[in-house]
């Protein structure tokens, strides 16, 4: 089990966590209280996409968590270069979201 020190905070991550889940889809919806976050993996020719995991967030998480990457990917663009998106995808293709209210 590794541990993780970040801002004071000891962080435990055990080795299933570690090795993490591939995501190309995630689906993100929420209600007056909460964001939930799920994520899944799309195969060519498989219609049918499992969520791996599933994360769900106050409404000022989420927020934290949007800033939080936006200021990481703008790091990342800076010393990589920029992520490029395709215009045209189809609905279901991955990375897509859906809000509900």
């Known amino acids: ?44 020719g498989v219609p049918k996409a499992r969520v791996k995991s599933r994360v769900i967030l106050t409404p000022e998480h989420a927020k934290r968590l949007l800033l939080s990457l936006q200021e990481n990917i703008t790091r990342y663009e800076s010393n990589v270069g920029k992520i490029n998106i395709p215009q045209h995808q189809t609905p279901g293709e991955p990375f897509g979201s859906k809000g509900e209210a």
Request: glycine residues 4%.
């Open 1 to 44: 089990m590794a541990e993780i020190k970040k801002f004071g905070l000891d962080i435990e991550l055990d080795e299933a966590a570690a090795q993490g889940n591939y995501s190309n889809l995630a689906i993100i919806s929420h209600s007056t209280s909460e964001f939930i976050l799920d994520f899944a993996t799309v195969l060519p």
